[in-house]
C-alpha cells in the first residue's frame, strides 16, 4: 500500500464543511450543555449570541443553566481549535467565559452578561502569527432585550462593549474601547398575506465589531538623518479607530418545511464595509437550508 501523505492537508486555509452535535441533561432547574461544532457555526441555547462570544469561533462550548421562575441565570465556557497554515495539528485559539442573567415576561425579555475573552493570536479574530502575534484579553458586558409590538411582530436590540488590550514582540496596546450592537424588528404575521410563504420576515440594522478608541505604542527604527549615522529608535503611537464606521441592513425572512427542516434567504447591504471611510457600499445575498436527522 501506498504511505500516506502527510502534507497533503497543508494550505492556506483550512475550510470545514458545517456540523455540530450538542448533548443536555436536565435535573429540576439545572440544565447542562455541551456543544461540538465546525465550520463557522455558532451554537444555539435558546438565547442571543454576543458579539465576542461569536468572535471566538468556539468549536467546544460547555454551558449551565439556572431557571428560577422567570430569571434565568447562566455559566458558559468556549474554546476553537485552528489548524495554522502549513500544520497538521490543531492547536489551541480563542477561549472565553461568561456569566449572565435574562428576564422573560409576558411580550417582553432582557439579558445581561459579563465575560472574558482571551485571543492568543491577535484581538478581534485576527489570525497573526511568529513575531506578529500579539496576545490579547478583552473584557466585555452585553445586554439587550426584545418587546412585542402586537400583531405578531417583536423589537429587539443589543449591544457589547469590551476593554481589550493586547501586547507583542512590536505593538502593546494597554486599554482600548471596542463595540457592535444590533437593532431590528420581526414579524410572524407578515408574510400572512403571501399563500404563507415564509413564516418570519424581518429587518435588522447592526455595527460588526470595531475599535472605537484606544492607541498602540510601538518602538521602530530612526529615519537616519546622514547614511552612516548609528541606528536609533522611538517610540510611535498609532490610532486603532479605523476611518470609518461600517453599518449593515439586512433583510432575512425563513420558511419553516416541516420535517424538512428550515429555508432562509438573506439580502445584506453594507455602508462603509471593513470600517473604511469612502468603501463603495457592499452587496450580499446568502440562501440557506437547516435540516436536522
Known sequence: AAAPDLHADRAFNQDADPAYSQVSATAGALTLMAWNGQGDVQPDFGEPRGAFESVAQPNQV???RLQLGHVSLTGETGVSYRLPPFATMRQTGASYARVGASLAGPGYAAHVSLGSLSEPEGPLG????????????????????ARSLGGGATLYGEASFGRTEFAGQLLRVDSSLTSSWRMGVMSDDACSGFWRLCSHLGLELSQPLRFEDGAATATLADVPATYFAPLSFSTRRIGLAPSGRELDLRLFADRSLGSLGLLRLEATTASQEGNVAGAPPGLGFVASWRVGF
Not at 485576527?126 to 432585550?145: D, E, N, Q, Y
Open 62 to 64: 460547555e454551558a449551565a
Open 126 to 145: 485576527s489570525m497573526l502569527s511568529g513575531v506578529f502575534a500579539t496576545p490579547s484579553k478583552t473584557r466585555f458586558l452585553t445586554i439587550g432585550g
